[in-house]
């Protein structure tokens, strides 16, 4: 009976799934499980078969090789109109010489749902995107905000079983964006439909999502929550595309402490950091000294304090970790400074919220050219073994 539950709880299951337009591979033995009601965002930048992913699930394109089951069932063949796919796509495609209530019931219309059920339909998927009583009104009567929230309701109107968002909000200013992300996550998961939304904004993914593929070169890198594909990314690659981080190639000294997770490393320019490998399922030889790896660090778990402060006493990791270099470069950003350090011929991205450093005040910017202390936590740097 266990067994049973955890396979109903998968909606769309994706096994070994490529898809080849002549020699160029587009998506490369993709297996993948979306559970019911959460919402999943395929990830990654240009061309990395995201959006051709989404095709496949939504019967646009179909399997090279592979299959896709929707609910328990194999959907391999089956046209879109078939499948129970609701699917909005970033240029709303909505119908302009059809009205607001027109466009919403046109997919109920070829369901044969009759006319009576039809009207009461749109009009609950309307007061659903909080925009009742405009089915007489045209598209171009229509903010963009507004469009793109019909071609939501649109989507929704006939109850599909995987709602498919293929960029949904890139034609929208940055403010609308902000407002139409909170919508649709709300919108989501007051209907509980199993969502999949393709994206390249990082900061759209992390807010929206339940979980995230990241994809690359037509593979799936990592799968996870937000935090976890975040904090513990599995290659070198998640570790660089997902947020500002450093990512540098290092070489293994050693054991840095009894554990034998942390481990000191030396980087290129010869500088020496101590960091963490507890997040790698990498085996004990691949982390014995002078095997290669890579170390990851995010710039805004770095520190940064004038060259002329005290240094602090009394801890324990003084000296680790910890080393003088200069700014060369600063960007005002509101509540954020991102500054350029330059430390022995190397440059490393620092992203310093204000009144978080010590002595610094509400929107105090720290002088470019000027000297700095620069500290990073050990746990803030992430081995990475390649694999």
């Known amino acids: 009976m266990a067994d049973d539950r955890a396979r109903g709880a998968h909606v769309v299951e994706l096994k070994d799934v490529s898809k080849r337009f002549g020699s160029v591979t587009a998506v490369q033995d993709a297996n993948l499980a979306l559970r019911e009601g959460t919402l999943t965002s395929l990830l990654g930048p240009s061309g990395c078969g995201k959006t051709t992913l989404l095709r496949l699930i939504a019967g646009l394109e179909h399997c090279s090789t592979g299959t896709i089951r929707i609910k328990g069932r194999s959907v391999d063949g089956l046209p879109i109109h078939k499948r129970n796919i609701g699917l909005v796509f970033q240029n709303y495609a909505l119908f302009p010489h059809k009205t607001i209530g027109q466009n919403i019931a046109f997919g109920l219309k070829h369901r044969r749902v009759p006319k009576a059920q039809t009207m009461e339909k749109v009009k609950q998927a309307l007061d659903i995107v909080r925009l009742p009583g405009i089915e007489d009104r045209y598209p171009n009567q229509l903010s963009g905000g507004q469009q793109q929230r019909v071609a939501l309701a649109r989507a929704v109107v006939f109850e599909p079983d995987v709602l498919l968002l293929d960029e949904p909000l890139s034609a ?67 570790a660089g595309f997902l947020g500002q981080a450093n990512v540098f190639p290092c070489t293994i000294l050693g ?133």
Do not use: W
């Not at 139409?180 to 990082?202: F, P, S, W, Y």
């Not at 690359?216 to 996870?224: A, F, P, W």
């Not at 101590?274 to 004990?284: M, Q």
């Open 172 to 238: 929208l200013d940055a403010n609308l964006r902000e407002e139409m992300r909170v919508e649709i996550k709300l919108i989501q998961r007051a209907l509980g439909v199993t969502t999949v939304l393709v994206t390249h904004d990082q900061q759209e993914a992390l807010a929206m999502s339940d979980e995230i593929v990241v994809m690359d070169q037509g593979s799936i890198q990592q799968v996870g929550q937000p935090k976890e594909v975040y904090r513990r990314p599995c290659n070198p690659f998640v």
């Open 255 to 387: 054991p840095a402490e009894a554990s034998a997770d942390l481990l000191r490393v030396r980087l290129e320019n010869g500088m020496e950091l101590v960091g963490d490998a507890s997040t790698s399922d990498a085996t004990a030889a691949a982390k014995e000294a002078g095997q290669a790896a890579t170390i990851v660090i995010r710039g805004s778990e770095i520190s940064l304090s004038p060259e002329t402060s005290p240094t602090e006493t009394g801890s324990a990791e003084a000296g680790v970790n910890r080393f003088s270099g200069q700014i060369v470069d600063s960007s005002y950003l509101g509540d954020d400074a991102h500054y350029l350090i330059s430390t022995d011929d190397l440059n490393m991205k620092v992203i310093s919220r204000f009144g978080r450093q010590k002595g610094q005040e509400a929107d105090q910017m720290l002088e470019s050219d000027a000297p700095v202390r620069v500290n990073i936590p050990q746990e803030a740097c992430r081995i990475l073994f390649s694999t």
